[in-house]
Structure formats: structure tokens, C-alpha cells
DNA sequence: AATATAATGTGTAATTATTACACTAAGTAA
DNA sequence: TTACTTAGTGTAATAATTACACATTATATT
């Protein structure tokens, strides 16, 4: 988030694209700005690189200041850099993705003075965004589309102990793309990287399904052997 | 390339890897640095992002400037931001790769006054390099592994007629590993994005490939069908 | 207790893609 | 004419992907 500073003239942020998992719908995070520019509109979460802190750490720090929570799948993709992309002035945004488990309690923090609330929102149905925000977002979504593929990210978004019907709404929510059950769990068993639990799912009506959990230990062992989910 | 600059606290910076494929080889560009901090060290070439331009645009301008090429595939591929990587002060750089066609006529232009001189260096065959930019090279090598899977940048390395057996061999010298001849072939082909001329490798001893070129309105009708080279 | 409901869970055949592998053909140079 | 060097080609075995439909199970309702 590039928020108003008093006649600064060039500036390096991160803006974030936290993903997330909730309700059977992919989410996104975005706060409510308080401050002009673009007061009022929906914007995604950032901030400045501080002097003192890589820019890893900064979008670190920026995760952990929104929603308190540390351990979680983070990745730079892109940076960008047009002149008039902020109306006050020269800022480069250095964007980053994370993807965070939701489990309904999570509160976020105390959020920063620019911003009157934060709330997850469905990738289908976004606001309007502030500066070039949608841009940014866009992007976010084409590389987890092709991570997903790739790497186990999938599993950084559903709790712990997951239905594979529950794996395959996360692929098919992220591709944007219906896949064929019996196929999907074929090929995502055939990694070797799924534990099959001696329990069933709980609180549902109808059939209860398999538990399954991702077996980090495994999968570390398959790096560097190309492995396409 | 981040110059000497008199008590500079803080700057955005492009460094590039230009890749070339010259004598059966994959080179790319670096400098000799003339200036402190790194005097006499070999570098990539970089400058800083002015105040009017985009990042886009800088690192455009920065690659005319030294090879006075424009017409080339050039990539943003990471934003390196430790605190420490400049010895001078903080400095944030965006890396770029761009994939150039080496013809042996084509001379660098006059280098910028930091530079002594600029030369094509065999990316198996690399001095040490100045700040961070061994690193830089290095996630800049596996980005053009993964790229040249999906993406034709091959072709960009090649003059507009080649033979099979140079694609191949840019292939090979990518990824690192040899591949097999006629299963390589059959692949590239199976593409229908290689126009065979009617026309032979000239000037070589021993029996002389057809040549073919890359058709790039084919290759554009492919357009999102997730393309495996 | 019986029934309706809704999601789970399973297999096979056809097609396509990938791999491994070795010799003949053609042009040049001596 | 011969020796040399690279170009150019096919097939069989294996592995991966796709298309496709129904019985099973737990719960909720009557």
C-alpha cells in the first residue's frame, strides 16, 4: 500500500495478494483505505520498504501486521514500476503473494490508520481497486495458476486434515476449470505425497469423506524431479 | 549496475543478463567495472531507474545503450532488495533478462564511463562478479530452464534461418543436458510452429542441414494452448 | 423403520506422449 | 576413390492422459 506521505518524491513498497481458502470460495484480502489517495476504495494490503529490512522481510512484516501470522507461504513475482502508477509521486511496488490457511477464528490485527477495515473477498466478485491494484491482482493470479501446477501450494490453503474432494475445489477454483474426479484423485494420489487418515470427515451431512494430510517429509524428498500436480 | 554515487541513501537500480548463443555457445554480457565499490571486478551490466522513465523503459534503455539493439526479448524476472547488497548504501534492483541474437558484427556501443570495457563471457566459464551478481545470474539461468519449455525465446537466440541441429544444440545448453536427436526432433516439429526452407546450410564442411525458420504467426495461433517445447 | 438425498469412492479401455535405440545418406576433403 | 563428418530417419515399449457411469455410504426426513 502506498499511503499519502508528505511530499515524498520516490519510494520502493510491497503490496500483498493474500489468498485464501473459506466457504468453498478462493478469497482474497483487501482493506478499506482511510486516506487519500483513492479514500474509500478497496486496495490491496502494503506498505513502504523500510531502510533497515530487506525487502522479504518487509512483506513479512506487512503479513504479520495485518493478520499476525508468520509461518506462511510467501513468494515475490513481480515488480511494477510505471511512472504514474501512484498520484503522489514516484513508487516501485514490489508485489508478493501469500496464501494462508483460513480457519474461521483467525482474526486479522489492529489494522494500519490508512485503512477503516480489512475483509476477504471473493476473486470473482472484486471491488474496484485503488491505483493499479486489479493489475497487480491479475498477475498474482496468472502465477498461482501456473504454481499450482507445479508445487504443492494447494495444500498452504486447506487445514490440516482435508477431503480430496476438498483439494480438488482448491484446483478447480484456482485453474477456473471443472476437472474430472476420478482422474484428478488418480493423479494427485500417484505423488506419493498424501497420507490417508484413519478418520472421516465431521459436522456433515450425507457421506463423510476420507481425511487426508500432506506429507511435507515426502514431498521434500520428490525436489528437483519435476513433479506436475 | 549500481554506480559509485555521492551519498546516495537509498535508489532503484536495473541489472540485466543478456543472453547470447555465439560459437556453440551461451555467453552473455558483462563489464569491467572502472569505478569503486568492485573496481576492476566483472559485472552485470545496470544503471540506475530514472525519475521519468518506468522500469520497463530503464532497462530497455539500458540495453540499447550498450548494445544499441532494441528489438529484443527481454524479461523482469526477479527484485533483489537485501539491505546490504550495495556497499554504498541501499540499493533495490530489478533483474531482467533478454535473449539476443548474436550476429559477429553486431559491436557493442561506447560503454558508460564506470565501464572499461564489455565483453561476451561463456556463462560455464564466469569470473567471480561484483555485489550479489553471481546470485543475480544464477535465478536469472533458472528462470530462461523454465522458460524455454513453454516459451519459443530459442528462436530469439538463433539467426532467422537455422538448422535443426543448432536448435537442438540451444536446447541442450539451457537445460544443461543432452537430448536425443530424433526424439528432439520430432518433438520441435510436432509444433508446427518450424517452416523448412528450401535451402541448405552454406560455407560448412561435410554435408550441409536444411535450414528452417521459426514462424511466428503460427506460433501466436497457439496462444494459450499451454505449449510443451 | 423405511425412504430419499447427496456426496463418496472406484476401474477400464482408448488415446496420446515419451522414451530408448542404430544405421544409412549425403556432402566435403584429402 | 576413400575417409570423414554430420544429417536425417522409424519403430516398439512404456508411461501418461483422457473419457466415461454406477454402486456405496452416511445422514436427514417422514
Redesign the interface.
Known amino acids: 500500500m502506498e499511503e499519502v506521505l508528505p511530499q515524498f ?2 519510494a ?1 513498497s510491497i503490496d500483498c495478494v493474500l489468498f485464501g481458502f473459506d466457504g468453498g470460495e478462493l478469497k482474497i484480502l483487501l482493506i478499506e483505505r482511510n486516506e487519500e489517495p483513492f479514500k474509500d476504495w478497496w486496495a490491496l494490503p502494503g506498505n513502504l ?1 523500510g ?6 522481510q ?1 512483506a513479512f512484516r506487512i503479513l504479520q501486521e495485518l493478520t499476525g501470522l508468520t509461518d506462511v507461504y510467501m513468494e ?1 513475482y ?6 504514474d502508477r501512484h498520484p503522489q509521486g ?1 513508487v ?1 511496488t ?1 508485489a508478493y503473494y501469500a496464501i494462508l490457511r483460513l480457519g474461521g477464528d483467525k482474526a486479522l490485527k489492529p489494522l494500519s490508520t490508512f485503512a477503516k477495515r480489512a475483509q476477504w473477498i471473493n476473486v470473482r466478485e472484486l471491488p474496484r481497486l485503488a491505483f493499479d491494484h486489479q493489475h497487480i491482482f491479475e498477475k498474482g493470479l496468472e502465477k498461482i495458476k501456473r504454481r499450482i501446477k507445479h508445487l504443492p501450494i494447494a495444500f498452504e490453503l486447506l487445514p490440516e486434515k482435508f477431503t480430496l474432494t476438498q483439494v480438488q475445489n482448491v484446483y478447480e477454483l484456482i485453474l477456473g476449470k471443472k476437472l474430472d474426479k476420478r482422474n484428478f484423485r488418480k493423479k494427485i494420489l500417484s505423488f506419493g505425497v498424501l497420507k490417508e487418515l484413519d478418520e472421516k470427515q465431521k459436522g456433515v451431512s450425507f457421506r463423510a469423506a476420507t481425511l487426508y494430510r500432506f506429507d511435507k517429509r515426502k514431498y521434500a524428498k520428490l525436489y528437483g524431479k519435476e513433479i506436475s500436480f
Open positions: 518524491n520516490s520502493v520498504v531502510s533497515n529490512e530487506s525487502v522479504d518487509s515475490q513481480y515488480t511494477f514500476g510505471e511512472v514516484r516501485i514490489i
